[in-house]
């Protein structure tokens, strides 16, 4: 199973929205509506942020919102802030029941 | 508020074993799915495999050849072993519950544990 791609990097300046493209196949993205989002600042453990396209977990800023379209997952930061600066994984269940990762997405709050 | 600690080695050898014990607490194993996530120094995540606890695993087919997961549910403890290391394998390992059920998702994520292999 191949890697989900993702760009490598994204930036914005506070305040701004942006977005955070995740490209898969009909195998895995395109199959299933359960893929998650999760961030991990540097040297700290990932967080899941929205998981079955979505949905947030408890806790979870309503600024983080996620959205699919045929193979094509999103992740949209609205009002970016400082603290959102962090790497970007999102992951998909497979029709193979296996789950595949994205290569990561850096956030840059400029 | 469910808790998952790795613990093992933190250097292998070439050509040996590596071998991680995740041990879960403030929940019962008999539930859920159980997962490992590995991540090389400075790269992303990779997903290994998950293990149901009745014994039936999951494997990422890239690496299935050598690994095994195995759960322990006496001791609400889940366990890896990869065959064969190379340095490829060095990397921080984390175990993670994933729930599957209607939804799916891996949370929480134990700390991480560095392991190395180099002789």
């Known amino acids: 199973q191949s890697a989900l791609t993702q760009p490598a990097s994204v930036s914005g300046s506070p305040g701004q929205a942006i977005t955070i493209s995740c490209t898969g196949t009909?195998?895995?993205?395109?199959?299933?509506?359960?893929v998650s989002w999760y961030q991990q600042h540097p040297g700290k453990v990932p967080k899941v942020m929205i998981y079955?396209?979505?949905e947030r977990p408890s806790g979870v800023s309503t600024r983080f919102s996620g959205s699919k379209s045929g193979n094509t997952a999103s992740l949209t930061i609205s009002g970016l802030q400082a603290e959102d600066e962090a790497d970007y994984y999102c992951s998909s269940y497979t029709t193979s029941s296996t789950q595949v990762f994205g290569g990561g997405t850096k956030l840059t709050v400029l | 508020q469910v808790q998952l600690q790795e613990s093992g080695p933190g250097l292998v050898k070439p050509s040996e074993t590596l071998s991680l014990t995740c041990t879960v607490s403030?929940?019962?194993?008999?539930?859920?799915?159980w997962s490992w996530i590995r991540q090389p120094p400075g790269r992303g995540l990779e997903w290994i495999g998950y293990?149901?606890?009745?014994?039936?695993?999951i494997y990422n087919p890239s690496l299935k050849s050598r690994l095994t997961i195995s759960v322990d549910t006496s001791r609400n403890l889940f366990s890896l072993k990869v065959r064969s290391v190379t340095a490829a394998d060095t990397a921080v390992y984390y175990c993670a519950r994933f729930v599957w059920s209607m939804s799916k998702r891996f949370d929480p994520w134990g700390q991480g544990i560095l392991v190395t292999v180099s002789s």
């Open positions: 403030d929940d019962s194993i008999s539930n859920y799915y």
């Open positions: 293990i149901h606890y009745t014994g039936g695993a």
């Open positions: 009909s195998s895995d993205v395109g199959s299933y509506d359960h």
């Open positions: 079955d396209v979505n």
